[in-house]
């Protein structure tokens, strides 16, 4: 990078960060349930969660974050513990416990809440094979947990996040049930469209038969790197197949993003002027606004 753009990146950044702590979060008119989801792994679906997440809490707003695979690290990066004597999404979707007893606050905000998973949650898809309900078990609990909220005179939740694992098994569906909407963090690489087809498929399929509101109602490009030629196609072309859910903010491939979860921090609260921080408080502002803007416009057209 020149010189240059270093400064301008720096001020690009400065200039973002006084908008997202002028504008602030609008708060959803209804808890708005995101499943955060692709079958892939490792393209920055748990830097995701935590990152919006925290992004949105410190903006105020009340979120839940869910971590549905069995890795921990949405846990891990929350700096929630996670060993086996933790209760976790586990027992929940297999032995009924609430949500309520269930969810730790995390030390970052008190609006930031975290259901943990541990590495019992890799037996969720065995346990679940026969089970009654089986596929719409994190919704019910949700559902639950909301009105538990409620009758308790807690603040009602803005922000329900659900960090699926890299699978398309019972939990990565049961994510899809309880959702209203998925956002599919994605890499700018060769096969991402091939990926992406195969998901949205099974986005469609889960809508059909259990939940027919649910859409992929976002896409984010997740550690971009501006500079390759690969990246601006992948781009271009993931724009023009989803013109409407691809965001606008990117990532960027940012060593604070990776290097905070060791902190057992979103980077968001690590290191919150860092170029990453900065595009995730972005991105953040991104999914309000637009979330907010998706509602007019559907009442508008209602009224019409
Ligand atoms: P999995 O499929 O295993 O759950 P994931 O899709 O949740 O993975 P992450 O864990 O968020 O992906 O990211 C994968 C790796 O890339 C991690 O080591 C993470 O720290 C790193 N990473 C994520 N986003 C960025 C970024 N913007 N810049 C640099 N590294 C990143
Ligand atoms: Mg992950």
């Known amino acids: 990078m020149s010189g240059s753009s ?29 499943a955060v989801a692709n079958q892939k792994g490792g393209v920055g679906k748990t830097s995701t969660v935590v990152n919006v997440a925290a992004a949105l809490a410190e903006g105020g707003l009340h979120v839940l974050v869910v971590d549905a695979d069995s890795q921990g690290n949405a846990s891990t990066a929350l700096g929630v513990e996670h060993d086996e004597e933790q209760a976790s999404i586990y027992e929940v979707l297999v032995e009924g416990a609430r949500v309520a007893d269930v969810a730790v606050q995390t030390r970052f905000a008190e609006t930031l809440w975290c259901v943990p998973s541990t590495i019992d949650v890799a037996a969720v898809e065995i346990e679940l094979i026969n089970a009654s309900q089986r596929e719409s078990r994190m919704r019910l609990a949700l559902e639950e947990y909301l009105r538990d909220r409620e009758e308790g005179g807690l603040p009602r939740l803005d922000y329900i996040l659900i960090d699926c694992p890299p699978s398309l098994g019972i939990m990565t569906i049961n994510a899809f049930v309880a959702a209203g909407e998925v956002l599919i963090p994605m890499q700018a690489e060769y096969y991402a469209l091939e990926g992406l087809a195969l998901l949205t498929r099974s986005v469609d399929r889960i809508a059909q038969i259990h939940n027919p509101d649910l859409t992929v109602s976002m896409i984010a490009l997740t550690m971009f790197d501006k500079r390759t030629t690969l990246a601006k196609e992948v781009e271009a072309e993931v724009r023009t197949y989803f013109p409407a859910a691809t965001l606008t903010t990117r990532i960027p491939r940012s060593v604070r993003v990776a290097e905070a979860p060791s902190f057992g921090s979103p980077v968001v609260f690590w290191d919150p002027r860092s170029t990453g921080a900065v595009a995730y408080k972005k991105l953040a502002r991104e999914i309000a606004t637009r979330g907010t803007r998706a509602a007019e416009r559907h009442d508008d057209s209602t009224e019409a």
């Open 6 to 34: 270093i400064f301008d990146q720096l001020r690009a950044d400065r200039s973002t960060l006084k908008e997202v702590v002028e504008d602030g979060f609008p708060r959803p008119e209804h808890t708005r349930v995101i």
